[in-house]
């Protein structure tokens, strides 16, 4: 289980929290799945908060658009 966040500028953000002491399970990653799928080439990153619960950063491939 994981809870995700949604952010139009990712890149921006995630740069933010690493001068914070943040430290992330992996870069950001383009989400490759079905075009109709959730969130099909967004962005994503993680990461765990201090009680260790996973945290998600998603940027979708049009800010505003639900999917």
């Keep these: 289980a994981r809870i995700g966040f949604e952010d139009n500028e990712i890149e921006v953000t995630v740069d ?3 001068s914070r002491g943040v430290k992330f399970m992996s870069d950001i990653v383009t989400v490759t799945t079905k075009p109709e799928e959730h969130y099909s080439d967004g962005k994503a990153i993680k990461f765990r908060d201090p009680d260790g619960i ?4 998603q940027q979708p491939p049009v800010p505003g658009k639900i999917t």
Excluded: A, N, T
């Design 54 to 57: 996973i945290l998600e950063l």
């Design 16 to 18: 933010d929290l690493k």
